[in-house]
Antibody, heavy 118, light 107 residues
Framework: EVQLVESGGGLVQPGGSLRLSCAASGFTFSDYWMNWVRQAPGKGLEWVAITKQDGSVTYYVDSVKGRFTISRDNAKNSLYLQMNSLRAEDTAVYYC???????????WGQGTLVTVSS | DIQMTQSPSTLSASVGDRVTITCRASQSVVSWLAWYQQKPGKAPKLLIYKASRLESGVPSRFSGSGSGTEFTLTISGLQPDDFATYYCQQYSSYPWTFGQGTKVEIK
């Protein structure tokens, strides 16, 4: 069974940093592109970042470029999102999402809530 | 960036109804379009990918059509479990973008 379990969310002050982790199991992690997608409270979905199977290619939504870094450790079956210079508008549930062939999103984690507030 | 616009934003329907949701892209996404269902407090679930391909395990009452800039999600015979919010998403070019969502409510 495919499982994606996020962790690392919490309350952080504006300008602070946080590192999210996603533990993957039930599939060959190194075969898949992986993503982070977020959802602000009561709002719609926003794609944040993607990484290729070996981590050699990454893309980001403009609003997080230069502040967020997506990375992965295939030996640990783990995906990460390093978030720096956090802003109130980054407050959201962050989902770890699998992406077959670099296309649509077929499996989602349960999400981890990040709250940026003083 | 490609803008995705869904209509309607809210839809009131009864069990058994045929429901259609439209998604329009600001430029062609060819067939690189997916549909997701989300229930309150839960992660989204993939229903349709590549515009019309039904994800494994998804009931056949869900269907998708369209190409280029106009797409539809149809639910043929709405079931109680289908009351939820639906999102379209393009994966033709980065940044990948979602529609604003369509909430299907009980009439």
């Amino acid at each position: 069974e495919v499982q994606l379990v996020e962790s690392g969310g919490g309350l952080v002050q504006p300008g602070g940093s946080l590192r999210l982790s996603c533990a993957a199991s039930g599939f060959t992690f190194s075969d898949y592109w992986m993503n982070w997608v977020r959802q602000a409270p009561g709002k719609g979905l926003e794609w944040v970042a993607i990484t290729k199977q070996d981590g050699s290619v990454t893309y980001y939504v403009d609003s997080v470029k230069g502040r967020f870094t997506i990375s992965r450790d295939n030996a640990k079956n783990s995906l990460y999102l390093q978030m720096n210079s956090l802003r109130a508008e980054d407050t959201a549930v962050y989902y770890c999402v699998r992406c077959p062939r670099g296309e649509h999103f077929d499996y989602w984690g349960q999400g981890t809530l990040v709250t940026v507030s003083s | 960036d490609i803008q995705m616009t869904q209509s309607p934003s809210t839809l009131s329907a009864s069990v058994g109804d045929r429901v259609t949701i439209t998604c329009r892209a600001s430029q062609s996404v060819v067939s690189w379009l997916a549909w997701y269902q989300q229930k309150p407090g839960k992660a989204p679930k993939l229903l349709i990918y590549k515009a019309s391909r039904l994800e494994s395990g998804v009931p056949s009452r869900f269907s998708g059509s369209g190409s280029g800039t106009e797409f539809t999600l149809t639910i043929s015979g709405l079931q109680p479990d289908d009351f939820a919010t639906y999102y379209c998403q393009q994966y033709s070019s980065y940044p990948w973008t979602f529609g604003q969502g369509t909430k299907v409510e009980i009439k």
